[in-house]
């Protein structure tokens, strides 16, 4: 099983349990699963290769959960980078 396949694979069985909740909104796993997908569709039609890496740089959010998903969706590596150790 692939990173991407925990939360794709949660989608299909339970679509509407939550998958995350974030200071200002909850989402649920096809939410989440969508974002995830449309996220990598965006990543492979800007060129990304298959186990190029890609620096994340953002803050603990749903957006930085999407983006580290959709990366290994994508064929991509993931490279977390805290803003706060700047």
């Not at 299909?12 to 449309?38: S, V």
Request: charge should be positive; glycine fraction near 6%.
């Amino acid at each position: 099983m692939l990173f991407h396949h925990i939360p794709l694979d949660t989608a299909a069985n339970l679509p509407n349990n939550t998958a995350l909740i974030d200071k200002t909104r909850e989402i649920n796993y096809a939410d989440l699963a969508a974002g995830i997908e449309r996220v990598a569709a965006g990543l492979i039609d800007a060129g990304l290769k298959r186990q190029e890496r890609i620096g994340i740089y953002l803050p603990k959010s749903l957006p930085t959960v999407i983006s580290f998903f959709a990366t290994s969706l994508a064929g991509g590596v993931f490279v977390p980078i805290n803003p706060l150790l700047k």
